[in-house]
T-cell receptor, first 115, second 113 residues
């Protein structure tokens, strides 16, 4: 089955700096890669996703890049703000419908933005 | 807004008890999932279901079973609770097909004593 590894496990940045979280996956059949943000005491929520036919996707201060050859993808947060402090999870899912969108998650990265 | 609601926010159960965790979604989603969240281990899939009465084992199904008698409801059952099942349990749902957003419930913090 799929295995997703995520690094680093914790990340402390100064407000205004950039944060980068990296994930690798093992199953070449995966082609959907979402990122979820979980604030303290709250449920995970999707913040951005990317599919294998795209190399990069941006949404305001966040961007995701994908390298299918190397089987890795990354989340980039620019101009970090205190409200970016949370745990971030990457995930991978296979492309075929029979899989029912089974997401395999990484171990999570706790991001702390210091004011 | 999609709503995924888990029946309890906190539960304390004794070792050996049979435990039911309930999840209901109101968006007519075909897929439903149960995950377990532990620090450093991310979210690990216990079971998932593509449709009513259908279920598939995830990565860590041992000690758990599930039931999906109605489309909107997906139950996780701990047949005989053990202390190593103390964890946060998250239910999620999504539309059928590949690459659809998963919506999560608020989680149930289960403590087995």
């Amino acid at each position: 089955g799929e295995n997703v590894e995520q690094h680093p496990s914790t990340l402390s940045v100064q407000e205004g700096d950039s944060a980068v979280i990296k994930c690798t996956y093992s199953d070449s059949a995966s082609n959907y890669f979402p990122w979820y943000k979980q604030e303290l005491g709250k449920r995970p929520q999707l913040i951005i996703d990317i599919r294998s036919n795209v190399g990069e996707k941006k949404d305001q201060r966040i961007a995701v890049t994908l390298n299918k050859t190397a089987k890795h993808f990354s989340l980039h947060i620019t101009e970090t703000q205190p409200e970016d402090s949370a745990v971030y999870f990457c995930a991978a899912a296979p492309s075929f419908k029979a899989a029912g969108n089974k997401l395999t998650f990484g171990g999570g990265t706790r991001v702390l933005v210091k004011p | 807004d999609v709503k995924v609601t888990q029946s309890s926010r906190y539960l304390v159960k004794r070792t050996g008890e049979k435990v039911f965790l309930e999840c209901v979604q109101d968006m007519d989603h075909e897929n439903m999932f149960w995950y377990r969240q532990d620090p450093g281990l991310g979210l690990r899939l216990i079971y998932f279901s593509y449709d009513v009465k259908m279920k598939e084992k995830g990565d860590i199904p041992e000690g758990y079973s599930v039931s999906r008698e109605k489309k909107e409801r997906f139950s996780l059952i701990l047949e005989s609770a053990s202390t190593n099942q103390t964890s946060m349990y998250l239910c999620a749902s999504s539309l059928r097909g590949a690459g659809t957003e998963a919506f999560f419930g608020q989680g149930t913090r289960l403590t087995v004593v």
